[in-house]
């Protein structure tokens, strides 16, 4: 099992730059296919990037393409989400999410992840 800890969020200006973290707990990280979500105040919660557990694949929603940058740190059993070029659109919060690659590969057509943060809030304002 695998505890996951958001942190990085916060109020920022539109076009700034935020980084996320996401500390997990627990020696199978490294084997984990990781994500990032988030939900906006009266939205459905919605899929923003992924990574494989070696790092070496990502997805992104193509509302994030080219702006955000998934990445991983498996010495630090951490994963990033550096995001750039902010808009007011991506105000919500924000989750890490992930589970066993076996079971959800990075190329799964639905990230069904059993493991779950807490959320950070990002604010962007115009």
């Known amino acids: 099992q695998v505890q996951l800890v958001e942190s990085g969020g916060g109020l920022v200006q539109a076009g700034g730059s935020l980084r996320l973290s996401c500390a997990a707990s627990?020696?199978?990280?490294?084997?984990?296919?990781m994500g990032w979500f988030r939900q906006a105040p009266g939205k459905e919660r919605e899929f923003v990037a992924a990574?494989?557990?070696?790092?070496?694949?990502?997805k992104y929603a193509g509302s994030v393409k080219g702006r955000f940058t998934i990445s991983r740190d498996n010495a630090k059993n951490t994963v990033y989400l550096q995001m750039n070029s902010l808009k007011p659109d991506d105000t919500a919060v924000y989750y890490c999410?992930?589970?066993?690659?076996?079971?959800?590969?990075?190329?799964?057509?639905?990230?069904?992840?059993?493991?779950w943060g807490q959320g950070t809030q990002v604010t962007v304002s115009s």
């Open positions: 627990g020696r199978t990280f490294s084997t984990y296919t």
């Open positions: 990574i494989n557990w070696s790092g070496g694949t990502t």
């Open positions: 999410a992930g589970d066993q690659s076996e079971r959800v590969p990075i190329f799964a057509l639905r990230y069904d992840f059993n493991y």
